[in-house]
């Protein structure tokens, strides 16, 4: 039984001009103690798929699935109240930008002690010292003095550190990291990736890592799940992945990264996410894949078995034989 | 900080200097002077014109009389009052406490009713409470303050007899005023129905002054919080399982201060010029109703040292404001 379970989750954003489907039909498991990292470009909804399921996106979207499910408990016909109890506390999420995702009115203090309130309902003395433990545990020097400094007065690395304090205060079972490096200089996020890392390590909590840095995930997943233009489209583990890429768009990410460029040039994916009005008859990444044809075009490809990481692609790369079609 | 306070005070020169140049020049540029309006419809001779001008000084060249005045004023001597004989500056603080006691009263009023209001509207964004609300702060705001008093001593006062008319307390209650404010005077005198009195005739001018008010702060809290209620920071207390009303009403509301707090400031001024109508309006024995009669009255010497008492004041009211953003917003603070 995973601890986080998703199944053909759809998100529906009302717009201006329709309905723009972020989300397509999404599986996910995340077990305990597992890495799992959600890679794609901008757009390809992975963050989104996420909020869904802390219930934060805004109330123009829609959100319908046969299953979201966590720690054995029904998210979807979970009322708002039950589910407050539980999200900042089994269920934490961290944001992409620490700078802006804190409070500027308020100590970080303040703000790790007030989770603690709500969720644990500690005494004041006894929140204190768990908020200095917390400092210490996310590697916040002199943690009694930083508890009364503001965001502003922090770097942005060390706010990063708040924001994961914070989120593991309660000791929750599963923490979403929704690109926590992206706004972080480089030595600033392996520090934090090491950390997280740790952090599971001690703590033994699920974690999914939303990124679209395939450097990141290559140093921290366990499992990799592809998304793009709101569909999973490949899902393995890292090892396997890295090797042999079943979907001809992970292959093509793969060949954009830096670290494997054998040209002067670095290969990159022409053309961009489809949106909402150039969505493909077929398959979605067909107009930008250097594989497809006539068939890919018009007809949407079923996901494979799990042997080809389950992607959704007519001639799956790495493989012995072709699947017959 | 200190130097900040400084540096502002500093500004504070060039608008003193401003406002005695026009609160001596506009009094002044008013038809009549304030012998003329003494002296009446019998009129008066030409030598006892002559006379008492030149007694009050108003013979001389209008720069010395100028001079004169300012020169005065930076040693403390606003001038005595034409008519009552009585230092400018003791009646001002005499009234004062009669306007601070209807303003006060009139500001509670308006943060109390209008910053839950901004926060439901922007909360409720777009539903019916929302447009309901702003389009009655809208009302609020554009309505002449004269007609909304007049029509409201019509219904509560006239129809429905709830309400005194005017005055500050019922004319069968009489006690000492040591501290000039009627709900603290009242209370402190023992006399039974004294404070509910007081209470009684607080109620509509308090309403009347503090509608523009209240209908600023509606509308500016609303818009401050739609803002703030698209930060990063809110999605993270979302993230945190915070109820609703914690969020709105606490991390929310406290960014969205700000600029709530300007306009409060700026309503002090509006307070004050607000005052003057709803004060002639319920024969309010303040400095609204003192500055309406003496210019009436021609009484340069009263005229100006209100104007400059109140300009001061509204200076020194926003000088506090500036201060308190740092003190709700601590990233300010630095600056």
């Known amino acids: 039984m995973s601890l986080l379970r998703i199944r053909n989750l759809s998100v529906e954003f009302a717009t201006a001009s329709g309905r723009f489907r972020a989300v397509d039909g999404v599986d996910q498991d995340v077990d305990e103690g597992e890495i799992l990292a959600i890679v794609g470009e901008s757009g390809s909804g992975k963050s989104v798929s996420m909020l869904a399921v802390m219930g934060l996106l805004p109330w123009t979207a829609t959100v319908t699935a046969d299953e979201v499910s966590f720690d054995g408990q029904d998210l979807l016909a979970m009322d708002a109240a039950a589910r407050r109890k539980m999200i900042g506390k089994d269920l934490a999420m961290i944001f992409q930008e620490p700078m802006s995702s804190l409070n500027p009115c308020f100590t970080v203090g303040w703000q790790i002690r007030e989770a603690l309130r709500i969720h644990l309902g500690m005494g004041r003395r006894e929140r204190q010292a768990r908020a200095i433990e917390l400092f210490e545990q996310v590697g916040i020097p002199d943690p009694e003095k930083r508890l009364g400094a503001f965001p502003h007065q922090l770097s942005g690395g060390m706010n990063q550190r708040v924001m994961i304090a914070m989120a593991i205060a309660c000791k929750p079972k599963l923490l979403i990291a929704d690109e926590p490096t992206t706004a972080l200089d480089v030595t600033i996020q392996a520090q934090i990736l090491d950390l997280l890392t740790a952090l599971r390590d001690e703590t033994g909590m699920g974690l999914v890592l939303i990124t679209h840095d395939m450097g990141v995930v290559a140093e921290t997943a366990e499992r990799v799940s592809v998304q793009y233009a709101g569909q999973k489209i490949e899902e393995q583990r890292v090892g396997p992945l890295f090797r042999t890429p079943h979907h001809p768009y992970t292959a093509a990410l793969l060949d954009a990264l830096p670290e494997r460029a054998t040209e002067k040039h670095l290969p990159t994916i022409p053309g961009v996410v489809p949106g909402q009005f150039d969505r493909p008859e077929g398959c979605l990444f067909s107009p930008r894949c250097k594989f497809a044809d006539a068939k890919c075009k018009a007809q949407v490809p079923p996901a494979l078995g799990p042997d080809l990481g389950r992607a959704r692609c007519f001639y799956p790369l790495n493989t012995d034989e072709r699947v017959a079609s | ?335």
């Open chain 2, 1 to 335: 900080m200190l130097n900040y306070v400084l540096a502002r005070l500093l500004t504070f020169i060039p608008t003193f200097i401003g406002v005695t140049l026009v609160s001596f020049s506009f009094i002044r540029a008013l038809p009549g002077d304030p012998i003329q309006v003494m002296a009446g419809e019998r009129g008066i001779s030409e030598e006892r014109y002559a006379e008492l001008a030149a007694q009050f000084g108003y013979d001389r060249p209008i720069y010395v009389q100028y001079w004169d005045y300012l020169t005065g004023v930076l040693q403390g001597d606003l001038g005595v009052s034409f008519v009552t004989k009585r230092p400018v500056w003791d009646e001002f603080f005499s009234l004062f406490p009669a306007t601070l006691e209807l303003s006060i009263c009139a500001m509670i009023f308006a943060v109390a009713l209008g910053l839950p209001a901004g926060v439901i509207a922007a909360v409720n964004r777009g539903k019916f409470f929302d447009r309901a609300l702003m389009s009655t702060a809208l009302v609020g705001y554009s309505m002449p303050i004269f007609w909304w008093a007049l029509l409201l001593i019509i219904v509560f006062s006239g129809n429905l007899q709830w309400t005194p008319v005017s005055g500050r307390i019922g004319l069968q209650y009489y006690f000492p005023d040591p501290t000039g404010f009627m709900l603290i005077d009242s209370l402190a005198s023992g006399q039974k129905g004294a404070f509910l009195s007081a209470v009684r005739h607080l109620i509509l001018p308090t309403i009347v002054l503090g509608t523009i008010p209240l209908a600023v702060i509606a509308r500016q809290t609303r818009s401050a919080m739609l803002e703030v209620l698209g930060e990063d920071y809110i999605r993270t207390a979302r993230a945190k399982g915070l109820t609703p009303a914690r969020i709105n009403g606490i991390h929310a509301l406290r960014n969205a201060l700000i600029p709530v707090v300007t306009v409060i400031g700026l309503s002090v001024g509006t307070l004050l010029a607000g005052a003057i109508l709803t004060e002639t309006i319920f024969s309010w024995p303040g400095i609204g109703k003192w500055m309406v009669d003496s210019i009436f009255r021609r009484d340069y010497p009263v005229v100006q040292g209100g104007l400059l008492l109140v300009a001061v004041l509204v200076m020194v009211v926003n000088l506090i404001v500036d201060m308190l953003y740092g003190l709700i917003n601590p990233k300010i603070r630095k600056r």
